[in-house]
């Protein structure tokens, strides 16, 4: 995996979602770029990226099956492994991530954005006060 | 009185919005929004999900 110069952010969230939501662009197989995703959820409770299999198809990913079974709340399910170019941020500021490992679902209800790689590279604040997220680029 | 839009019926839905948040297109799949939203030049429509407060996904 490999990224861009890592840039500071300051995301805002809506009062109507109740958690904390950053924007993300996806790249396809053969590189074409998605449309904004504005409300992806940042969750430090997931490992990784995760993205819903629906989502990994559309954009021909190619799925390697997992060995073992992840755990979520609702239970033990299969999963795979895909890999994927991504953009953080907007308005002309963001970040390029390629070639990240990232998880895909079947039953994911959400795109959840999780430690890797994220938060290993960022120190990050949520204050749900204020409903905003602070990127902190780590040293 | 300001009027509070009902997203109840839209909860977990995936929608295409114009800049000025115009619904453009919804479903409940996540791939279908997405690919409708190839259809329009890059910048020009986002994508969000609706979801109501206190939504638990794990």
Not at chain 1, 21 to 45: C, E, H, M, W, Y
Request: charged letters at 25%.
């Amino acid at each position: 995996m490999i990224h861009s110069i890592l840039l500071k952010f300051n995301f805002t969230y809506d009062d109507r979602f109740g958690v904390p939501l950053i924007p993300i662009t996806f790249f396809n197989k053969g590189g074409v770029r998605t449309q904004l995703l504005n409300n992806a959820i940042l969750d430090s409770g997931a490992y990784e990226i995760t993205i819903p299999k629906a989502l990994a198809d559309m954009l021909e990913l190619e799925l390697r099956p997992r060995s073992n079974l992840v755990h979520t709340a609702g239970g033990l399910i299969e999963a795979y492994t895909a890999t994927i170019s991504l953009k953080l941020g907007r308005g002309g500021r963001f970040v390029h991530y390629a070639k990240v490992d990232i998880c895909v679902i079947k039953q994911c209800p959400a795109v959840l954005i999780g430690i890797h790689p994220i938060f290993e590279d960022y120190n990050v604040t949520i204050l749900a006060h204020e409903r905003k997220s602070v990127l902190d680029p780590r040293e | 009185m300001k009027k509070i839009k009902n997203h109840k019926k839209d909860d977990g839905k995936w929608v295409l919005l114009t800049k000025k948040k115009k619904v453009l297109y919804i479903s409940d799949n996540i791939a279908d929004v997405f690919r409708k939203g190839q259809e329009y030049p890059y910048g020009e429509v986002i994508i969000e999900q609706r979801f109501k407060p206190g939504t638990c996904f794990f």
